[in-house]
């Protein structure tokens, strides 16, 4: 069976009541609010949410009130066209957005010819920031700083093994399945399988077949926590002894939830653990007493929003052009995730990638 039909229409929702225009700044998150990837667009939300809350209850923005209106790209490409011109269409001056690197891509050439500010709190296809203009940032690593981490660690740790490495052909899992390769060969691993799956299936047993056939001990993943939590189940069922390692989209308790004790031993990168650290004590708390866990993005998207803020206040405007000039001249930033700055293309300048292992029901930093 197949995942549901992702809707071809756009939704955007105002999230503030309406206040005089004059004192109004108009904001957006934009990410997949439905769909496969819908737990990493409730991430976003949540932590764009609290920033905007938490800005406007400390006067705004140059005095003026955030309104936040959310796009939903399913992390479609042609969804998050859709919803980039829509957004710009309702005059928003910033998008802390998208998530998947194949919405942020072409949704950042559209913000390029509307004049929009982007930080992505989430995309890592270095293709954003390497191909993008002036309008492009993120506050996450790449995927070239993962795949470093990721293939030296496997050549490390795993020499003399049958490594397979699957992607899925999107942006994000093909890149990442590539620089991760790259850098294990480089270290002097080769890998005995690499191909691609079909993302939006429910049976991977051809798969597990030819990868049993194989006699495949690790598994490099390049995907979503849907289709890597379906194939390390389906493999462990057919009675392999193999171990997955993935990259940042397997941090949410969607994975567990799909695996169950066969995700035991699941590795995967992702920065060290931004609820741990001293910048971000206060707004976890805010999130507990809600009772939120802010996993995964949650603070990355609070922390675009955050950064963007600072930046404008310091520039004295919220015109595009001249905050994106403050965000690489005035950094670095105070955030939730500790300083951030900026380096020309609009990368962060101290990427922080780690390891990450699935121990009983939830993902701890090794």
Known sequence: MTKPFLLASTVLLPLAIAAPARAQIQIASAGPLTGSNATFGAQMKEGAEQAVADINAHGGVLGKKLVLT????????????????????????????HFCSSSSIPASKVYLEQGVLQISPASTNPALTDNGGWNVFRVCGRDDQQGQVAGAYIAAHFKGQNV????DNTAYGKGLADETKKFMNQAGLAETLYTAYVPGERDYSALVSRLKAANITVIYLGGYQTEAGL????????????????????????????????????????????????????????????????????LYSYAAVQIWAEAAQKAGTVDPKKVATELKTGGPWDSVLGPIGFDTKGDVTKPDYVFYVWHDGSYHEM
């Open 70 to 97: 959310e796009g939903d790209d399913a992390c479609d490409p042609k969804q998050a066209v859709s919803v980039a011109n829509q957004l710009a269409d309702k005059g928003v001056v910033f998008v802390d957005g």
């Open 231 to 298: 194939i390390i189940r389906q493999a462990k069922e057919q009675g392999m002894k193999v171990t997955l390692i993935s990259g940042d989209a397997l941090v949410t308790s969607e994975f567990w939830q799909i695996t169950g004790a066969t995700g035991e031993g699941t590795m995967m990168t992702f920065a060290s653990d931004p609820r741990k650290r001293p910048a971000a004590a206060a707004v976890v708390k805010e999130f507990q007493a809600r009772s939120i866990d802010p996993e995964g993005y949650v």
């Open 164 to 167: 397979a490495i699957l992607h």
